[in-house]
Every structure is written in structure tokens, then in C-alpha cells.
């Protein structure tokens, strides 16, 4: 069994900072990619960011230079550090990762999700 768990979502003002966190737990063999999508009320899914197990990074257009994605290889978890928050980025936060069980049997599983919600 594999686990996500998210944490660190809430509510902040305009301007502010969050670092959201996903701990991967269960039996793992490897990680691949980690990442973070957002899903905005009556909008679509849309990736934020993601890091590759040799950890190249890539990010949306409407978070370059205020975001940024980290991983902790020994930890099995992905950092999400939001800055200069702005109200269109209040959204559900999902974490994404390509986990491995075995050599040849890797799977993408999905968090929960975490609301982060930026108002005044």
C-alpha cells in the first residue's frame, strides 16, 4: 500500500508565502517524477510543478519566479514553496508522483489535494 500525504495548505493574504509539503510512504521500491497540480473552483486541473528523480525542474508560466518545487529523495517528499501569493492562485493543491513498487511496476498516485486560499 502506498500513502500521499499532503499538508500545509490554509488561508493567506496577497503577498504572502506557504510551503506545501507530500510524504510518500508505504512499499517503495523508487520514485520517479513528483509534482503538484491545482484545480481553481469550475476550472480544470492544471499542473503547477513537477521535479524528476535527478532533480530538473519545471514549472507553469503562472508561477516562474514566485514558486518553486524541492524534493527530499530520503524523505519520499515533494516541496511546494509559494511566494508572492496572488488571489488567482487559490486553488486545491493535488500531489502527483510516479512511484515504483517494483522495478517494472510504477504507478502515478494522487493526493487528497490541500485547499490554499489567498484573500485579504
Known amino acids: 500500500q502506498v500513502r500521499l500525504v499532503e499538508s500545509g495548505g490554509g488561508l493567506v493574504q496577497p503577498g504572502g508565502s506557504l510551503r506545501l509539503s507530500c510524504a510518500a510512504s508505504?512499499?517503495?521500491?523508487?520514485?520517479?517524477?513528483m509534482g503538484w497540480y491545482r484545480q481553481a473552483p469550475g476550472k480544470e486541473r492544471e499542473l503547477v510543478a513537477d521535479?524528476?528523480?535527478?532533480?530538473?525542474?519545471n514549472l507553469s508560466d503562472s508561477v516562474k519566479g514566485r514558486f518553486t518545487i524541492s524534493r527530499d529523495n530520503a524523505k519520499n517528499t515533494v516541496y511546494l514553496q509559494m511566494s508572492s501569493l496572488k488571489p488567482e492562485d487559490t486553488a486545491v493543491y493535488y500531489c502527483?508522483?510516479?512511484?515504483?513498487?517494483?522495478?517494472?511496476?510504477?504507478?502515478?498516485?494522487w493526493g487528497t489535494g490541500t485547499l490554499v486560499t489567498v484573500s485579504s
Open positions: 508505504g512499499s517503495i521500491f523508487s520514485i520517479n517524477a
Open positions: 502527483n508522483v510516479d512511484l515504483c513498487q517494483h522495478w517494472s511496476r510504477c504507478v502515478i498516485y
Open positions: 521535479i524528476n528523480s535527478g532533480g530538473s525542474t
